[in-house]
């Protein structure tokens, strides 16, 4: 008896060639008894009708392979760059108070990893970012007046601070005296 090369899907009930059928080897001639159209159909439904279960049966793939999920991460995110970063942009974009507080979050759980990212930023990108300081200073003249005034009161709060901390703690003082060059020689270098 020769092999059919077509089979009717038990879904859809037309008669297709054997190639659009999955294969089963508990199946009549070798193939499921519904087309891939069908089969494809019917998984779609089942996965939107069991949300949990599908996150679930991913959950338990992913804990029994976590190295060849990694791999595929990693390649499916070299092959999609451009796609996966914008819809990252397009997230952020629609979603910035959720965005401030993730980092805010993020920051205040790893502040030296904070401090020691935007040191290396600063260093290698000094110019540029004297550059955008600078427009921005000269783009709101009000603002600065305004940064420049609170900054002197802040100033002169932490000098009247330094002089009674000098009277109970030398210590302090000379720490402290450290700091407020440091702001003074800042404040020079942004006028230059």
Not at 65 to 79: D, V
Not at 91 to 97: G, I, S, V
């Amino acid at each position: 008896m020769s092999q059919p090369t077509e089979k009717q899907c038990s879904q859809c009930l037309a008669f297709k060639p054997l190639g659009e059928f999955n294969n089963d080897k508990s199946g009549k001639h070798g193939k499921q008894s519904f087309c891939k159209c069908c089969a494809n159909e019917y998984a779609r439904k089942y996965q939107a009708a069991n949300p949990e279960k599908r996150r679930e049966s991913a959950r338990k793939r992913h804990d029994a392979n976590p190295e060849k999920q990694r791999e595929y991460q990693r390649q499916y995110h070299a092959a999609n760059r451009e796609k996966i970063n914008e819809a990252r942009r397009k997230r952020r974009a629609a979603n910035p108070e959720k965005r401030r507080e993730y980092e805010r979050k993020r920051q205040a759980a790893n502040p030296e990893k904070h401090r020691e990212y935007n040191r290396k930023r600063r260093a290698a990108n000094r110019e540029k970012i004297n550059e955008a300081q600078r427009k921005r200073r000269a783009a709101n003249p009000e603002k600065v007046k305004e940064y420049d005034r609170r900054s002197k009161t802040a100033v002169r709060h932490a000098r009247n601070q330094c002089a009674v901390i000098n009277a109970l703690d030398p210590k302090k003082w000379e720490l402290l005296q450290s700091k407020l060059k440091a702001m003074d020689s800042t404040k020079t270098k942004e006028k230059e």
